[in-house]
């Protein structure tokens, strides 16, 4: 009303003096928004860097600091990625939460951002229902999101979370998808207006699953959906991206360590045992189809992880096969155990235009017979 009333006041009096205090009051509005991008930008920067404690004390000093900025609610997503970073899912999803209430009519991108960080949350909280939820949300409001994000790491992240509660056709309509949005940003997007670590960095958020509830109950469903998405992450070691390649080679290194832990921690039913081995064993086989072919160089990320692959293959087949020999098994009940079950290895986790493929699996020993022999 005042801005309405000044302007009557300009009309009357025909001078000169209120364009110039107009002008410098814009030039204060202005001047005072660069200085909230500046210290968002900060805290921004130290969240990347991952000091999250410290993070989260300059998104919380940005808030105290500059109470009624338009970046208020963004810096609170910021302070939430930052309890992510310290494990304080609760919180951290709470935070999510309320921003989505206060935002989702005014400001749909920052609601958006909010319901797809919330599903990170939700997972590691081991609610895959909420977790799919969010994504469908944060997915209607995609075109308020960065393609990246809407297009190809939202399928990717639903594809993980439908595989998780059994959902095999939704996982594949939405791996499709994922496939299509990569293919859409790099049609339709001018690549001046794209990071330069755009796509390995996109590839990470797409393969990126969380191992904070993993258990020997949900041990099985959890390899189901880490079939889907890891291809994401070995993709992104063959970019051999320095900023990006060694955070999807942690994440892997980190799920599959997880899941070796998970097998050993079961040795007093070896029934139960031998079924977690063996679903570890196929997911390093699906691990094995994108190992760099004979002739080509593999890069030190990729060989890293191919030599923890062949490390904990080592170690999951020595364990029970050991486990066999100190029980002495019948020759039956070898077979049943055995870590070699027979049928063949799933190929679920390929993607569209690898099916099909004639590339074989990695040959298997018999059953029942050693293979450090």
């Not at 209607?140 to 998780?164: D, F, K, Q």
């Not at 080592?314 to 020759?331: D, F």
Request: with cysteine; proline share 3%; aromatic share 8%.
């Amino acid at each position: 009303m005042k801005k309405v009333i000044s302007l009557l006041l300009f009309v009357t009096l025909a001078g000169c003096s209120y364009f110039q205090m107009d002008r410098s009051e814009e030039a204060a509005l202005q001047n005072k928004r660069l200085i909230e991008e500046r210290d968002l930008h900060t805290a921004q920067e130290t969240l990347v860097a991952g000091n999250f404690a410290q993070a989260q004390k300059q998104y919380k000093l940005f808030q105290e600091t500059y109470p009624v900025s338009s970046f208020y609610q963004a810096s609170r997503i910021g302070e939430a990625q930052a309890l992510e970073g310290q494990g304080k899912w609760v919180e951290a999803a709470a935070i999510y939460r309320d921003v989505i209430l206060k935002t989702r009519n005014l400001q749909p991108d920052i609601a958006a951002l909010a319901l797809y960080r919330n599903s990170f949350c939700e997972e590691a909280l081991g609610d895959d229902q909420k977790t799919v939820a969010n994504l469908l949300e944060a997915q209607s409001l995609r075109t308020a999101l960065p393609m990246t994000v809407g297009y190809a790491e939202i399928p990717a992240r639903l594809a993980s979370a439908y595989s998780r509660i059994g959902r095999e056709k939704e996982a594949n309509k939405y791996l499709n998808e994922a496939e299509q949005g990569i293919a859409k940003i790099r049609k339709e997007t001018d690549p001046a207006k794209l990071d330069k670590d755009w796509l390995v960095k996109t590839y990470v958020q797409m393969g990126s699953v969380s191992t904070n509830q993993l258990s020997a109950e949900n041990f099985e469903s959890f390899v189901a959906s880490q079939k889907y998405v890891q291809i994401y992450l070995i993709r992104a070691l063959e970019l051999n991206n320095s900023r990006w390649s060694p955070t999807a080679l942690k994440q892997l290194q980190t799920t599959y360590n997880e899941l070796y832990l998970q097998v050993e921690a079961v040795k007093q039913n070896r029934s139960q045992q031998a079924n977690l081995g063996g679903s570890l064993v196929e997911l390093i086989d699906s691990a094995e189809l994108y190992r760099p072919l004979a002739g080509q160089t593999p890069n030190s990320y990729q060989i890293e992880f191919f030599t923890l692959t062949s490390d904990i293959r080592k170690k999951t087949e020595r364990l029970l096969y050991q486990g066999h020999e100190s029980m002495g098994l019948t020759e039956e009940s070898k077979k049943l155990n055995s870590i070699k079950r027979s049928g063949r290895t799933k190929a679920d986790a390929l993607l569209p235009e690898e099916q099909g493929s004639s590339k074989k699996m990695p040959s298997k020993p018999a059953i029942g017979e050693d293979p450090n022999l």
